[in-house]
């Protein structure tokens, strides 16, 4: 079924059973070789960050490009280890902070809430700590790997405890389709629209860069209330959750092209949280490599 990929997944299925002290000795010697030896993505990092920081002296920015490389080593074997996991460590390991608010946006549990994300802390783990503590299901929107040993692994990952991961390009038709009940639909929303995909140029760390208006569109046009979910790392291999109401219905489209307060707040806030804890945010990302000329 998966031939070419197998010897892949039963690596990695192998590692996610190893115990979390033997993970972190394997992920510092993983930080040595990414940061020191193999410099993955470090000139992405280092532009990233000063573009963002313009302010900072060489020294800070420096010093955040290591620390954020130790969290994405940790990151890299903690996603691993999540395969194997059991419900009550996802609940130890991550706290909640705002699950009064999420609650009483639902109506009681009556209805569901879309929820906006960034690649921070560990969204991996966020999904099933969420699950957990509140006895919701999950329904996170995701975009396929292309690796498809990794992508079976991720959806195999993100599958357990009765979540349900639905395709980027099926999550509209999905949503719509109106889920009865208190439902979490989870999307990491700063990823870069594809190309020609209509988008919403936004100032973002110092630079324009384009959103998708899949999220916007679908709180519209359900009326669902829209949070965001900030991850913070508390200390290594626990995290701390925390819900911020972006908007609350009812909305009103008023169809115009400038005007997208739901994407604004969650850009607003997305930044608020990068600059909160910058060295566990995702810089390696190549956020910015659209401008908006290519687009027009």
Known sequence: MFQRDEPVLLFAKLISRLPFKVIYFISYFFYLFAFYLSKYRTGTVHKNLRQAFPEKREAYIADVARQFYRHLSDLAFEVIKAHSMSAEAFK?????????????????????????????????????????????PIDPVYKPLHHKGWNQFIHEIRSRFHSRPIPMKQAGRDILKGKNGFRLFVMLADQTPAEG????WVPYLNKEAPFYLGAEKIALLTQYPVFFAQCRRLKRGYYELEFKALALPPYENTKDENHHPIIDAYVSAAQAAIYEQPETFLWSHRRWKRSRKSDD
């Not at 609650?103 to 699950?131: C, D, K």
């Not at 995909?197 to 919403?200: F, K």
Request: proline share 2%; charged share 20%; glycine share 6%.
């Open 197 to 200: 995909e209509r988008s919403y």
């Open 92 to 136: 130890e390991r991550c706290s909640i902070v705002g699950a009064d608010a999420l609650e009483a946006a639902s109506r009681e549990r009556s209805r569901p809430i879309i929820v906006l994300t960034i690649h921070q802390g560990n969204w991996e783990w966020m999904l099933h700590s969420v699950s957990q503590h509140l006895g919701v």
